[in-house]
């Protein structure tokens, strides 16, 4: 029996290293930022559609290198920028996210695909479903919550918004081109984690009714907007579920705890977004 113990410690010790040693060894592609062991998109992505038959684009986008260049001269159509929402995603690609091939697409696919790229408005009117799928079509996925707050540390939340520089917050009711606001970056180099268009993350939890400023109560600097539980959540079988969004928008209290489970994943709207990462 000690034997055995024995063998099972090892083991426990060689998984318990596995964890630091992947993150000492990660190299994250050009689209992205090393947080810790996972490689966050250095920018809220804009969704794009492209002919499957183009297989040099797609490995380009699918390895983290495409360029607004390559992607223009390509032939690709940006789907759905934030406040025109228009180009609409195709039918081939539903708000549930059922997606259907293109015909004679191989490997399948919708031709649509989720990129990390500065210099453009983020994709917006899309589905949990749609976001989760579009990354997953890229060789991404969408953050957990637990990642996008790891990944938003220190972003400038200074409140207000001078316009050009600062964080989206700004009332203005219009967002800006990604990565564009040059202080609005975090310690690990992400930009536009607080403001400019609503993030959807990975996790669901039951449908708040109601919005809290927690972080005033708790004495956790800045008044960022949580709905998130609080009154009207009483969860149980009878509570719709929701898609957790992250970060707020150009029209809402937005900061790094700014946390809203107040929308089905199927909600569309022109001010929510979302992020991938590896």
């Known amino acids: 029996m000690r034997r055995v113990s024995h063998v099972i410690s090892v083991t426990a010790v060689c998984l318990a290293a596995a964890a630091p040693a992947r993150a000492a060894t990660l190299r994250c592609p050009p689209d992205s930022v090393k947080v810790g062991n996972v490689c966050i998109d250095t920018y809220e992505a804009s969704v794009w559609q492209i002919p499957p038959t183009n297989t040099a684009l797609v490995k380009q986008v699918q ?48 031709g649509v695909y989720a990129v990390s790229i500065p210099g453009v408005l983020p994709s917006a009117c899309i589905t949990w479903f749609q976001a989760n799928q579009a990354c997953l079509l890229s060789g991404k996925r969408l953050l957990t919550n637990r990642e996008w707050q790891g990944a938003a540390a220190s972003t400038r939340d200074p409140g207000t918004d001078n316009g050009t520089t600062d964080c989206n917050v700004g009332h203005t009711g219009s967002p800006s081109d990604t990565g564009s606001r040059s202080n609005c970056q975090s310690a690990w180099g992400v930009f536009d984690m607080v403001g400019n268009v609503d993030e959807w993350v ?12 927690w972080t005033t109560s708790a004495g956790v600097p800045g008044s960022d907007f949580s709905c998130f539980g609080g009154p009207g959540g009483g969860g149980g079988a009878s509570s719709l ?36 990462g590896r």
């Open 63 to 110: 390895s983290g290198r495409v360029t607004l260049a390559e992607l223009t001269g390509g032939g690709a159509t940006q789907l759905s920028p934030a406040t025109s929402c228009s180009r609409a995603y195709p039918t081939n690609f539903p708000d549930d996210g059922n997606w259907t091939p293109v015909p004679g697409a191989s490997p399948p696919s919708p």
């Open 202 to 213: 990975a996790d669901w939890a039951d449908k708040a009714t109601g919005c809290t400023d």
């Open 241 to 276: 579920p929701a898609g957790l969004i992250r970060g707020g928008n150009f029209g809402s209290f937005a900061g790094v705890f700014a946390v809203s489970a107040g929308r089905v994943p199927s909600d569309q709207t022109f001010f929510t977004g979302f992020r991938c």
